[in-house]
T-cell receptor, first 115, second 113 residues
Framework: NAGVTQTPKFRILKIGQSMTLQCTQDMNHNYMYWYRQDPGMGLKLIYY???????DKGEVPNGYNVSRSTTEDFPLRLELAAPSQTSVYFC??????????????FGPGTRLLVL | DAKTTQPPSMDCAEGRAANLPCNHSTISGNEYVYWYRQIHSQGPQYIIH???NNETNEMASLIITEDRKSSTLILPHATLRDTAVYYC??????????????FGGGTRVLVKP
């Protein structure tokens, strides 16, 4: 299993540009999450999904959009990039099985710089 | 989710045990204690979790006090690769939904040779 993969690893955007951050997991997990982490800070939840076709907002959804057409993929869309969106973005997934091992698996992250 | 308090940083000698404390005095009966770590430039990594009994796995041990108001993560033989920020998280085991993880400041652990 590759686990959770994210592309690209690093990207520089100009203000107003748009881009899609890709996230794919091969563990057949129903739940997927997008977090952002600003320098020296903890993670903040942007959006999450409990299954294909179902998404919901997290703590900081403004400026982002998501879709979940398949179980494997959960792309994050930035429509009009702003300097405040400079951050490291992490995608995560977990099983919906109600087992004690309710852990999230994280991807390697995408570093985004908006200039 | 209950709030947690951790020391901002600590050093540890390579090969020695690292004991990382966490206070969670407002923990509820149905809330678990989770530990994750984040090595520089990588995504967070699950370490261990527990409810009230002490737990051990291949990475670490988790000691939870009898009143459950605090816990200690033990890395038995710290290596340089254990240098990371360690997060203590308290949350209920909710089956459904946006069961997000709330990461606080964590403890920055530096393992020295």
């Amino acid at each position: 299993n590759a686990g959770v993969t994210q592309t690209p690893k690093f990207r520089i955007l100009k203000i107003g540009q748009s881009m899609t951050l890709q996230c794919t997991q091969d563990m057949n997990h129903n739940y997927m999450y997008w977090y952002r982490q600003d320098p020296g800070m903890g993670l903040k939840l942007i959006y999450y999904s409990v299954g294909a076709g179902i998404t919901d907002k997290g703590e900081v959804p403004n400026g982002y959009n998501v879709s979940r057409s398949t179980t494997e993929d959960f792309p994050l869309r930035l429509e009009l990039a702003a300097p405040s969106q400079t951050s490291v973005y992490f995608c995560a997934s977990r099983s919906s099985v109600a087992a004690a091992q309710e852990t999230q698996y994280f991807g390697p992250g995408t570093r985004l710089l908006v200039l | 989710d209950a709030k947690t308090t951790q020391p901002p940083s600590m050093d540890c000698a390579e090969g020695r045990a690292a004991n990382l404390p966490c206070n969670h005095s407002t923990i509820s009966g149905n809330e678990y204690v989770y530990w994750y770590r984040q090595i520089h430039s990588q995504g967070p990594q699950y370490i261990i979790h527990g409810l009230k009994n002490n737990e051990t796995n291949e990475m670490a041990s988790l000691i939870i006090t009898e009143d459950r108001k605090s816990s200690t993560l033990i890395l038995p033989h710290a290596t340089l690769r254990d240098t990371a920020v360690y997060y203590c998280i308290v949350r209920a085991l909710i089956k459904a939904a946006g069961n997000k993880l709330t990461f606080g400041g964590g403890t920055r652990v530096l393992v020295k040779p």
